[in-house]
């Protein structure tokens, strides 16, 4: 069992920062994601790292804007987001996988993780 604890969100105006945090506990764990879900729509993936190389993978909507990082000793993963935009609102989920196979496809999967924090709104606006 991993727990997964986040905070951070918040609301900030388009073009603002924010930056959410996971700390996890419990068992080990290959990869951290981060996902997000806005009303009346599917969860989807934002970004995810790999624990033990640090690989990172992004959406190609947060490119550029969005940083996933970790700090081990903490066991916590880290997303700065800057340059926010309205399309950005969403409860963001951070998520753990215990598998140790995975493919560039599979760390954007949702049914990939198997364990999932609380969510933190993220709310976009002037």
């Known amino acids: 069992q991993v727990d997964l604890v986040e905070s951070g969100g918040g609301l900030v105006q388009p073009g603002g920062s924010l930056r959410l945090s996971c700390a996890a506990s419990?068992?080990?764990?290959?990869?951290m994601g981060w996902f997000r879900q806005a009303p009346g729509k599917e969860r989807q993936f934002v970004a995810a790292?790999?624990?033990?190389?640090?690989?990172?993978y992004y959406t190609d909507s947060v490119k550029g804007r969005f940083t996933i990082s970790k700090d081990n000793a903490k066991n916590t993963v880290y997303l700065q987001m800057n340059n926010l935009k309205p399309e950005d609102t969403a409860v963001y989920y951070c998520?753990?996988?215990?598998?140790?196979?995975?493919?560039?496809?599979?760390?954007?999967?949702?049914?990939?993780?198997?364990?999932w924090g609380q969510g933190t709104q993220v709310t976009v606006s002037s």
């Open positions: 998520a753990a996988s215990s598998s140790y196979t995975w493919t560039s496809t599979s760390v954007r999967d949702v049914r990939t993780y198997n364990y």
């Open positions: 419990g068992d080990t764990f290959s990869r």
């Open positions: 790292m790999i624990w033990t190389t640090g690989t990172t």
